[in-house]
């Protein structure tokens, strides 16, 4: 029972730590984007993390504004419509496996929340109980933007939910199973069995359906502000407001890891399998622990670097030593003890965590990157038009996914 | 041995603590201040005319309606998806493709219909 509150709580607190570090990377890459500096402002004594404090900064401000509920709302509604926005987003992660399982005395342990052997379903049913969230918010609201925002944006969920389904049945095709686990193992480490190479089609209509689920530029139409002003949460205020928000980071990175898990391997080490990472341990440990070791003092000597006596002339001046040196420090005693120490001796016990602890960096890399994805193509591209939305998504994404689905098929009966 | 959806109870009591706490959090921190102008409807400071409870433009409802009826038929494909592999194993693909083709030949012509009809046009 412990073991199985730890396997909840651990992907959980991972997900919702990612949130703060996710917008903090939205906002210093917009900025580097648009040629801007920027958060840069908010510090604890003196130390800035180049911006980092100010996402926490956020969350204290909203949680202590007025919770304003507008006289006109329909109340229940209005307070459940964030709570079943945020409640969607929190639940899919799930059934998402995060490693191979090891044996434990005898046993198998699994490392996903919920080894359901219906987990792409779970997750197509939760990804659909979004729109509710989002009608409601739209309803409830009782203001003519929130109702247009909130129809458009169940419109458009739809419409790319489809599209999204599809997609999805190109993998349930060439895996053969509902579990995402299945499907992972499917995928091997070999990089040309992962499902982007094998049916690129259907890796570009998920990835847009992702996308659009996640109501993320080009699609975010629904709070098209030049037109409804904030689309479906006019209305809110404080941390009902902030709510959506965070629904929406935490969809980025549900959905990253889903495109992950499907698309790219899940937690495959590239062209490295489960038993040749765990014959071969014992120097990979060596490799991981000195290449640590090589990265924090590399970071650690760029901010000692950065250091420039007088370019404030206050505390603000040395915060880069502060970070600076204990990475440097932690770098050169990580490296000097591995290669001191020589050879490690692991039991067969610890080749199996060790990788399946390099899988789960592996995985997590993998989703970081798909976030960055995210925020790229955010900050890159503009926004369609409504009619060009609704174009794409039936007249284009669908044909394309039934092309997809059929091709799969008649290419693997061939 | 526990039941596989327990694990899936727990996420939903925790996912419902968090996100309640979030809730009651905002309520109980923030000042309470209320007045008519922050009550009223939001705007843009011109003066509202009538409430949202409106009729709104056929085409949403025209769109669900056609994705229920979709996401119906990848419902149905889902089944045939997973055991397709098995079938081919047992050298039965050719006759699954072909069921299925049928299925999906006629849900083709269905969207056609319904693209020719101008359903799927937003003006």
């Known amino acids: 029972m412990l073991v199985l509150i730890l396997k909840i709580l651990i992907p959980f607190l991972l997900i919702f730590n990612l949130l703060p570090l996710l917008i903090w990377v939205e906002r210093k890459g917009s900025a580097y984007i648009q040629d801007r500096r920027g958060p840069n402002r908010a510090s604890f004594f003196g130390i800035r993390l180049g911006g980092l404090l100010h996402t926490i900064s956020d969350v204290i401000k909203l949680i202590t504004k007025e919770d304003i509920i507008p006289a006109h709302v329909n109340k229940p509604f209005f307070i459940l419509a964030p709570f079943l926005v945020l409640f969607v987003a929190c639940v899919t992660y799930a059934v998402i496996p995060f490693a191979h399982p090891i044996e ?8 996903q929340a919920a080894d359901l052997n219906v987990g792409i379903l779970y997750i197509l049913a939760m990804s659909s ?35 999204m389904g599809l997609a999805l049945l190109s993998v349930l095709l060439l895996g053969g199973s509902l579990e995402l686990s299945a499907l992972i ?79 790219f391997g899940g937690w495959q080490v590239p062209f490295l399998s489960t038993e ?35 370019k404030y002339g206050d505390k603000r001046d040395y915060e880069v030593i502060v970070i600076g040196l204990p990475m440097t420090v932690i770098g ?58 609704m174009h794409l998504g039936w007249k284009v994404m ?17 | 041995m526990e039941h596989p959806f327990l694990p899936i109870l727990l996420v939903f009591v925790m996912a419902a603590l968090f996100t309640g706490a979030f809730l009651g959090l905002s309520a109980i921190l923030g000042p309470k201040k209320p007045n008519p102008s922050k009550l009223s409807v939001y705007e843009c400071g011109l003066e509202p005319v009538g409430d949202a409870r409106e009729r709104f433009s056929v085409k949403f409802f025209l769109i669900a309606m056609l994705f229920i009826l979709f996401d119906i038929e990848v419902v149905f494909l889902i089944p045939w998806a997973v055991t397709y592999k098995g079938f081919i194993a047992e ?30 046009d937003w003006r």
């Not at chain 1, 729109?131 to 169940?154: E, I, T």
């Not at chain 1, 669908?398 to 061939?414: E, K, N, Q, W, Y």
Request: with cysteine; glycine share 10%; hydrophobic share 60%.
């Open chain 1, 129 to 163: 109980l979004g729109v509710f969230g989002v009608l409601l918010a739209g309803w409830s609201s009782n203001n003519k933007y929130s109702l247009l925002g909130g129809l458009r944006s169940s419109a458009q969920m739809f419409s790319y939910e489809i599209a």
């Open chain 1, 185 to 263: 193992d499917d995928q091997t480490a070999a990089v040309w069995r992962w499902n982007f190479i094998r049916n690129p089609l259907a890796f570009i209509l998920f990835l847009t359906a992702v996308f659009a689920e996640a109501n993320r530029l080009p699609f975010d139409l629904p709070e098209g502000e030049s037109e409804l002003v904030a689309g479906y949460h006019v209305e809110y205020s404080s941390m009902k407001f902030a709510m959506f928000f965070m629904a929406e980071y935490a969809h980025m990175i549900v959905g990253s890891a889903l495109i992950t898990a499907l698309f």
């Open chain 1, 276 to 310: 040749f990472l765990r014959t071969n341990a014992e120097s990979g440990l060596f490799m991981v622990l000195l290449a640590h070791g090589v990265l924090f003092m590399i970071i650690g000597f760029f901010l000692l670097g950065k250091f420039k006596s007088g």
């Open chain 2, 91 to 120: 050298g039965m693909g050719l006759f699954m493709l072909i069921e299925m083709g049928i299925f999906m030949v006629i849900l083709a012509i269905g969207l056609l219909y319904v693209w020719r009809k101008g359903a799927l």
């Open chain 1, 398 to 414: 669908i044909p394309l996914g039934l092309a997809s689905v059929a091709g799969t098929a008649i290419v693997m009966v061939l």
């Open chain 1, 332 to 389: 050169l005693a990580l490296g000097l003890y591995t290669l001191l120490h020589g050879s490690f001796q692991l039991g067969d016990m610890g080749r199996q965590v060790f990788a399946a602890v390099l899988q789960f960096g592996v995985f997590m890399a993998k989703i970081l990157f798909f976030c960055w994805v995210f925020i790229w193509i955010r900050w890159t591209l503009p926004r369609f038009r409504y009619d060009q939305l």
């Open chain 1, 104 to 111: 434990i005395n005898g046993g198998i342990f699994t490392f």
